[in-house]
T-cell receptor, first 111, second 112 residues
Framework: RKEVEQDPGPFNVPEGATVAFNCTYS??????FFWYRQDCRKEPKLLMS???SGNEDGRFTAQLNRASQYISLLIRDSKLSDSATYLC????????????FGAGTRLTVKP | NAGVTQTPKFQVLKTGQSMTLQCAQD?????MSWYRQDPGMGLRLIHY???????DQGEVPNGYNVSRSTTEDFPLRLLSAAPSQTSVYFC???????????FGPGTRLLVL
């Protein structure tokens, strides 16, 4: 079983749609959680950290459910520029030295 | 402020050749890491360093060596390239404790 699992998609949605991605992780000791965004043939870039109480950044909302060991990302009012692969990232050790990445969920937003 | 830089951008090797992938950062970050990214696998940690002179293995260290003689540089050495090492390699750096990583643009490696 992979340590971090994501639905690979692809998700194809129209502009303005709301889309949600889920991610599950296997290490119950994990303490740090992130969503990264990766454009085609580019490096990953941090989208947002995920906090226990949930957090929002503009059109993006991240949630953490420790009991079920899953993380979610909600994108509202999708833009064409949101088209990318979204990577779920979880630390494997308490001190953030060892980060484990999901394989990513691909999103395409269409006009 | 260049962030994280990697060289070369592309490389073709023959099986058995050795080479070094270069990584440098100018943000004075303590942590640096090397990942490889393969289709359907996500990024996998090869080696990481928590400071100059300190390195440790990640998920997939076999066939790779690293060293960290300065805070800025973290080269990755392929000792004897194999076709299974064909991949995209990313270097990343972060401040201690934050978990937020800054990635370089990547090196695409093809081993024939």
């Amino acid at each position: 079983r992979k340590e971090v699992e994501q639905d690979p998609g692809p998700f194809n949605v129209p502009e303005g749609a709301t889309v949600a991605f889920n991610c599950t992780y296997s290490n119950s000791a994990s303490q740090s959680f992130f969503w990264y965004r990766q454009d085609c043939r580019k490096e990953p870039k941090l989208l947002m950290s995920v906090y226990s109480s949930g957090n929002e950044d503009g059109r993006f909302t991240a949630q953490l459910n420790r009991a079920s060991q899953y993380i979610s990302l909600l994108i509202r009012d999708s833009k064409l520029s949101d088209s990318a692969t979204y990577l779920c990232v979880v630390n494997a050790q308490y001190n953030n030295n060892d980060m484990r990445f999901g394989a990513g969920t691909r999103l395409t937003v269409k006009p | 402020n260049a962030g994280v830089t990697q060289t070369p951008k592309f490389q073709v090797l023959k099986t058995g050749q050795s080479m070094t992938l270069q990584c440098a950062q100018d943000m004075n970050h303590e942590y640096m890491s090397w990942y490889r990214q393969d289709p359907g696998m996500g990024l996998r940690l090869i080696h990481y360093s928590v400071g100059a002179g300190i390195t440790d293995q990640g998920e997939v260290p076999n066939g790779y060596n690293v060293s960290r003689s300065t805070t800025e540089d973290f080269p990755l050495r392929l000792l004897s390239a194999a076709p299974s090492q064909t991949s995209v390699y990313f270097c990343a750096s972060s401040n201690a404790g934050t978990g937020t990583q800054y990635f370089g643009p990547g090196t695409r490696l093809l081993v024939l």
